[in-house]
């Protein structure tokens, strides 16, 4: 008779504990201000402002660390509503002339806002133009986007379509680029490339800009801009979109946001004028034969935006 240790014994299963793989994840983790910056609020240096003017809570507390940092899960709070992180959104805006950029003019002037629908309102410039200057416009609630299209370091590129009130000679070019003196205690402004288009116009490239810079630079040539337009931005140019008008900018189009065009051999930038001796052994300036002046110029083709909103 089989005894019950030679019975089959069932076999034992050892349940394991079922651990949910987004427990065991991180959040991530943002200084407070761009948390806030993500949320729509206003700009950074804004939201610091308001971080130290002790008008932001962080789960119940007033908070005016501006080292902070805070995650979805923290519960942060502006005027007694919590406020949570938008979804990223970029646009170009075609900014007319008269208008100025900022959310909230103290001179009751019109800004670039109000051409915007109440969806859009929450994102903030990168960059700015004058009142009396149109164009090309970014704006986004992507900060880490926003600091690399500002950043003197990427060199970005920026293109504007110059007019003077009188016509000028091919030394103002060449001045343009070996810099001009614009103010005590200022560097020298200079441009990345010049190109003429007529007697009163030329197109300016620049890679990092000053405040009023291309008036400035003129103006220390006893030259007055009558008309100054931003036509690109990276590899972003304005063709199709009329001012007042905005479109989304897709994946594709934000990386060329960020990319310069390449420079081609046949580009349009301006040579400093030669010395006599270089023009008698016809060569340029970095010791090679000079190119015949019948040579064809021309920008590479960027894509257009035909989209409307």
């Known amino acids: 008779m089989p005894t019950p240790e030679d019975q089959p014994q069932p076999e034992k299963l050892e349940i394991q504990p079922q651990v949910h793989e987004q427990d065991d994840m991180e959040l991530e983790e943002f200084r407070l ?47 007694n509503k919590r406020v949570l992180p938008k979804q990223l959104k970029t646009i170009i805006f075609n900014k007319p002339r008269g208008c100025v950029c900022t959310k ?7 800004t670039i806002y109000e051409y915007l629908p109440p969806t859009l309102k929450h994102l903030n410039h990168v960059g700015r133009l004058d009142q009396d200057s149109e164009g090309l416009l970014v704006l986004t609630n992507d900060g880490e986007l926003a600091q690399r299209l500002a950043h003197p370091s990427q060199k970005l590129e920026k293109e504007y379509l110059v ?76 063709t199709g979109l009329e001012p007042g008008r905005w479109a989304e900018l897709s994946e594709e189009d934000l990386e060329m946001l960020q990319t310069n065009p390449k420079e081609l051999l046949n580009g349009y930038h301006s040579t400093p004028t030669k010395s006599k001796k270089q023009t008698q052994r016809g060569l340029s300036g970095n010791g090679k034969p000079k190119r015949s002046s019948n040579s064809s110029h021309s920008t590479s083709k960027n894509k ?5 909103k």
């Open 104 to 110: 909230n003019d103290e001179l009751k002037r019109e």
């Open 163 to 238: 007019t003077t009130n009188q016509a000028y000679d091919n030394e103002v070019l060449d001045t343009f680029l070996r810099g001009v003196f614009i103010g005590k205690g200022m560097p020298r402004a200079k441009a990345k490339s010049v190109k003429r288009l007529s007697p009163r116009r030329m197109l300016i490239t620049l890679e990092t800009g000053m405040k009023r810079q291309i008036r400035l630079m003129c103006k220390a040539l006893h030259l007055n801009v009558t008309r100054l337009v931003r036509v690109r931005i990276g590899m972003i140019i304005d």
């Open 33 to 79: 201000n761009r948390y806030l910056a993500a949320c729509g609020i206003d700009s950074r240096r804004k939201c610091d402002d308001l971080i130290q003017k002790g008008l932001v809570y962080v789960n119940g507390y007033v908070c005016k660390d501006l080292s902070q940092k805070v995650t979805t899960d923290d519960f942060v709070k502006i005027d």
């Open 304 to 308: 257009s935006y035909k989209r409307r």
